[in-house]
């Protein structure tokens, strides 16, 4: 696929998606969608790559959905000028649509968003699934869907209480405010907030303290454990999952190698890969898509 509204650069071990149209704050379109969901599917299968960056270009991370059709900018149907953002109705009613989502919620590899200026509605739900989350002191957020009329899209009103909790997600989405990056970290949805001049320096170092210490395997396990079992009632389910991965791991090459690096005192060399070394547990789940 040939991006046009994104841009994608590789430096080492790190890939940083640039959402990449300036001209209009970087707002959505289903073009933006489909090209983030094959780049970061594109990542997952090569192993030379270990975190992804996603932040905008410009003075803005993602405006939200280009509505520069106007008040039909939301319509969809019989192929109205929403279809531009949103894609096929159709499509959407079964659950489509978004399917940046399944990419990032999927990825086996670490997802960071650095938000260096505004990130509105879909441009913040975008990114929720992403694993960590900074900002630059310029970024503003907003779930302003019910001030638009709609409601949360993009699975958000799983996402965000997952990441900040029930009653500050009922408290951002029901008023539909616009917050500043301090509230923002006050609630959860941010780990730090940096100079705009440091935030993609501080990601990437984030990014290399994972790629460099870590190992890939481990990393696409431990992932999908947290994000899937979060929210789980009792622990259970996780201890059926979590035993029989330790038992499968505790003889592989990465963990041999992860003890003896550190006894040794050196940086790690894991030999797992995500792309074929994956224990026969995983997927332990089943679900559409």
């Known amino acids: 696929m040939t991006y046009e509204a994104i841009r994608c650069e590789a430096e080492g071990s790190i890939l940083t998606v640039t959402l990449n149209r300036p001209e209009k704050l970087n707002a959505y379109t289903a073009q933006m969608g489909a090209e983030l969901a094959d780049a ?105 869907f019910a001030r638009r009329g709609l409601v949360p899209e993009a699975a958000s009103a799983w996402f965000l209480p997952q990441i900040v909790g029930l009653p500050q997600a009922l408290r951002w989405c029901l008023t539909g405010k616009i917050f500043e990056a301090d509230e923002a970290l006050r609630g959860g949805l941010v780990s730090e907030i940096v100079l705009p001049e440091d935030l993609l320096a501080r990601a990437r170092e984030i990014a290399a303290e994972i790629a460099e210490n870590t190992a890939p395997v481990a990393i696409a396990l431990t992932r999908q454990m947290l994000w899937r079992f979060a929210g789980a009632e009792l622990p259970f389910d996780v201890l059926k999952v979590d035993g029989p991965l330790v038992v499968a791991l505790g003889s592989s090459g990465d963990v041999k190698e992860g003890v003896s690096a550190f006894l040794e005192r050196r940086p790690p060399q894991f030999p797992g890969r995500a792309s074929s070394d994956m224990p026969a547990l995983y997927p332990w789940w089943k679900e559409a898509g």
């Open 40 to 144: 970061i599917r594109r990542a997952d299968a090569d192993d030379a790559i270990r975190v992804v960056i996603i932040i905008g270009e410009g003075r803005a991370f993602c405006a939200g959905a280009d509505i520069s059709s106007g008040a039909d900018s939301f319509d969809t149907t019989g192929g109205g000028a929403g279809s531009r953002n949103f894609g096929d109705p159709d499509a959407r009613e079964k659950g489509g649509g978004a399917d940046f989502v399944s990419a990032l919620f999927n990825s086996r590899k670490v997802t960071i968003a650095a938000f260096n200026g505004p990130a509105v509605g879909v441009g913040l739900t975008l990114a929720l699934p992403t694993d960590i989350k900074i900002a630059s002191q310029r970024a503003r957020f907003g779930c302003v």
